[in-house]
């Protein structure tokens, strides 16, 4: 059962567009969604959160936003840059178990200069 | 180092052998997580530690798998009997858990192969 799902498994852009990463959930008692980023042979490391009583989360070039009746997250990346190219992860957690980490699949991103 | 260290970075054993894994979290995180992550997958959730409470096991695919924490820092991560689908990259996390909510931090992980 995955309760995380990233139904794209890649996505290639131009330098300089928005770059949409998505991300789709069905447990309803996640309330904390995580983004993070894989560059390969390394751990990922840690993009942005949102918690459930906001719909939009900025910081810089990046911006996730929340739908909770489609539960459903995105990722917006502008303007992209080739450095941006990695795998992104999406996770989410529940009030009941903070420390669980649920992972979707990732979205493999290549920013084409 | 400043970071989640974990070792070795890659493990090839023969199917049926036992193998061990190791993480050192961020000095000072009280909190360590376990997650692997199989080909063309993503992260799948293992075992938790936090402080001295009880470890969340939840994750744990077969009692072959076992992990402990020592001193509350370093952790082990045991697969006895290997079998090939054991094959993943097992990564270590850490965290401060000084929020409700605080960021995981991960190593780099363990490639472990199983022929």
């Known amino acids: 059962d995955q309760q995380v799902k990233q139904n794209s498994p890649s996505l290639s852009v131009q330098e300089g567009r928005i770059s949409i990463l998505n991300c789709d959930y069905t447990?309803?008692?996640?309330?904390?969604f995580l983004w993070y980023k894989k560059y390969p042979a390394e751990g990922p490391t840690f993009l942005i959160s949102?918690?459930?009583?906001?719909d939009k989360n900025e910081d810089g070039r990046f911006t996730v936003f929340l739908n909770k009746s489609a539960k459903h997250l995105s990722l917006h990346i502008v303007p992209s840059q080739p450095g941006d190219s990695a795998v992104y992860f999406c996770a989410a957690s529940a009030q009941s178990n903070t420390g669980k980490l649920i992972f979707g699949q990732g979205t493999t991103l290549q920013v084409k200069p | 180092g400043a970071g989640v260290s974990q070792s070795p970075s890659n493990k090839v054993t023969e199917k049926g052998k036992d193998v061990e894994l190791r993480c050192d979290p961020i000095s000072g995180h009280t909190a360590l997580y376990w997650y692997r992550q199989s080909l063309g997958q993503g992260l799948e959730f293992l075992i938790y530690?936090?402080?001295?409470?009880?470890?969340?096991k939840s994750g744990l695919p077969s009692d072959r798998f076992s992990a402990e924490r020592t001193g509350g820092s370093v952790s082990t991560l045991t697969i006895q009997r290997t079998q090939q689908e054991d094959s993943a990259v097992y990564l270590c996390?850490?965290?401060?858990?000084?929020?409700?909510?605080?960021?995981?931090?991960f190593g780099a992980g363990t490639r472990l192969s199983v022929l």
């Open positions: 949102i918690s459930s009583i906001k």
């Open positions: 996390a850490s965290s401060s858990r000084q929020g409700r909510r605080d960021i995981q931090y």
């Open positions: 447990n309803s008692m996640f309330d904390y």
């Open positions: 530690f936090q402080g001295n409470s009880a470890p969340d």
